[in-house]
T-cell receptor, first 112, second 114 residues
């Protein structure tokens, strides 16, 4: 969905480096989410935010942090990247009070 | 624990034949159910959802899904498959708590051969 953009689309980094993945949306939605996708595991929720001041941990938040800089921006940081954080990362948004989520194109992250 | 199961890693079907992609769930209460599709190098796209009402839900691209409460299943179907339907399909459930979170299955790759 072009209304949800993610940068970078691909990134290769080394173990121990700090890296930030960015997500922006023009849909005007309050809620934003970060997922990671691993083969055979589907999508797992890392963090979610219902508004700028409301940030919540998902099922796999260890090793990650987030920042909701504005309603339209939600960044995911890996403080010290490790190889098992190699995955496809998706940002998603939803409108307050609804469940349907709209996904960005994904960021493929490789940690060597 | 709340979970979604997609028992088939891959489904193979010939073009023109009907297809079914299976999904079962384990969630308390009456959940909302979703199907998403992922094409190569793309994010997930919404196909359809079940909230309440008719057990047969119609969605995008000719897909439909049948909700079966007694079997806790929400199978995705299409009467006549197209090669362009080849993609990765995800079932998801929302447990209707205050979190508005989605729990995803592991995904099923659909391969439609000409």
């Amino acid at each position: 969905d072009a209304d949800v953009t993610q940068t970078p689309r691909n990134r290769i980094t080394k173990t121990g480096k700090r890296i930030m993945l960015e997500c922006s949306q023009t849909k005007g939605h309050d809620r934003m989410y970060w997922y990671r996708q691993d083969p055979g595991l589907g999508l797992r929720l890392i963090y979610y935010s219902f508004d700028v001041k409301d940030i919540n941990k998902g099922e796999i938040s260890d090793g990650y942090s987030v920042s909701r800089q504005a309603q339209a921006k939600f960044s995911l940081s890996l403080e010290s990247a490790i190889p098992n954080q190699t995955a496809l990362y998706f940002c998603a948004t939803s409108e307050s009070g609804t469940l349907q989520q709209y996904f960005g194109p994904g960021t493929r992250l490789t940690v060597t | 624990a709340q979970s979604v199961a997609q028992p088939e890693d891959q489904v193979n079907v010939a073009e023109g034949n009907p297809l079914t992609v299976k999904c079962t769930y384990s969630v308390s209460g009456n959940p909302y159910l979703f199907w998403y599709v992922q094409y190569p190098n793309r994010g997930l796209q919404f196909l359809l959802k079940y909230i309440t009402g008719d057990n047969l839900v119609k969605g995008s691209y000719g897909f439909e899904a049948e909700f079966n409460k007694s079997q806790t299943s929400f199978h995705l179907k299409k009467p006549s498959a197209l090669v362009s339907d080849s993609a990765l399909y995800f079932c998801a459930v929302s447990p209707l708590d205050s979190s508005y979170k989605l729990i995803f299955g592991s995904g099923t790759r659909l391969l439609v051969r000409p």
